[in-house]
């Protein structure tokens, strides 16, 4: 995920440190063995300006992104980069999809910034209502947002249509929480509607690309960096990673809720269990009728 993160930011960021990222790229590995002086001289740039580039992805400085990216390349598994092909047995299609999703996981666990995470956590444990904003697979992920935290005792909806989560955005209040959801991080309607609800003074915590129009527009940005190339099987480790931070802030909100909130989410559960075995006497004692 770092190497996607600079490919992602690279059109953003300054023409010398664009040098730095294109020379990491070509090389990953030759960049983990060598010093910044290296480096430097491999990018035609100062020592300063690596420095630079690394705050700017977000790490402390050379060291800090040496080593994530060295965590990263170790972790990687082989061949995860490869594409299915149409020849492919079905045993290539399972190797390559499943290393892809692996990968993808690990990378999430090395790259998300727990501060972020933190931040958005003290939005949502104080938000009178939540909305997941999503378009697309995107829209998927809002979906589930909306059944995981529903439990959460917070009024909560997910909007998929870009006009209605528009309207529903204009008529937000200040202490309302939107999350919005992107795979690209420069959808218009998205954007629009994110705009709507700050002018409305709704707080965005954004799950979306870093240097992105919607992280530049978000109170609280949840970096989620893959790939922006043409392969279609991208989207799929992509929607993967969101899955797996809306787990994390949904987790993470109800054990912020405190006890109380947790043994009324058990009572509920258990109220569902016995439903479940109430129903299933039922269709015991009440078979449905033969077809003649």
Not at 61 to 79: S, T
Request: proline share 6%; net charge positive; glycine share 6%.
């Amino acid at each position: 995920m770092l190497l996607d993160a600079i490919r992602t930011q690279l059109d953003s960021l300054s023409r010398s440190e664009k040098k730095v990222g294109l020379a990491v790229l070509r090389n990953p590995e030759l960049t983990i063995s060598e010093n910044i002086t290296a480096l430097a001289r491999s990018a035609e740039v100062s020592e300063p300006t690596v420095v630079r580039f690394c705050r700017t992805l977000g790490y402390a400085g050379w060291h800090d992104f040496k080593l994530r990216l060295a965590q990263g390349l170790a972790l990687a598994l082989p061949g995860a980069d490869k594409v299915p092909l149409p020849d492919d047995l079905a045993a290539d299609v399972i190797g390559k999809i499943c290393s892809r999703s692996i990968n993808t996981l690990l990378d999430l666990r090395n790259t998300l910034d727990p501060n972020a995470i933190q931040s958005a956590l003290d939005i949502l444990v104080k938000a009178r209502k939540i909305e997941f904003y999503g378009q697309g697979s995107s829209g998927i992920v809002a979906s589930d947002a909306q059944h995981k935290f529903f439990r959460s005792g917070v009024p909560t909806v997910a909007y998929a249509d870009p006009h209605v989560h528009s309207v529903s955005a204009a008529l937000l209040e200040p202490g309302d929480a939107v999350v919005a959801i992107s795979q690209r991080g420069s959808s218009s309607a998205i954007l629009r509607s994110v705009q709507l609800a700050r002018r409305a003074g709704a707080s965005i915590i954004a799950l979306a690309p870093s240097g992105t129009p919607l992280a530049a527009l978000a109170t609280v940005v949840v970096p989620i960096d893959h790939g922006s190339d043409t392969d279609p099987y991208t989207p799929i480790s992509a929607r993967l990673a969101h899955l797996v931070v809306i787990d994390i802030l949904a987790v993470g909100l109800a054990l912020r809720r405190g006890p109380e909130f947790r043994r009324k989410m058990q009572s509920a559960q258990r109220a569902l269990e016995k439903f479940d075995v109430q129903f299933d006497a039922f269709t015991k004692m009440h078979p449905a009728p033969a077809r003649s």
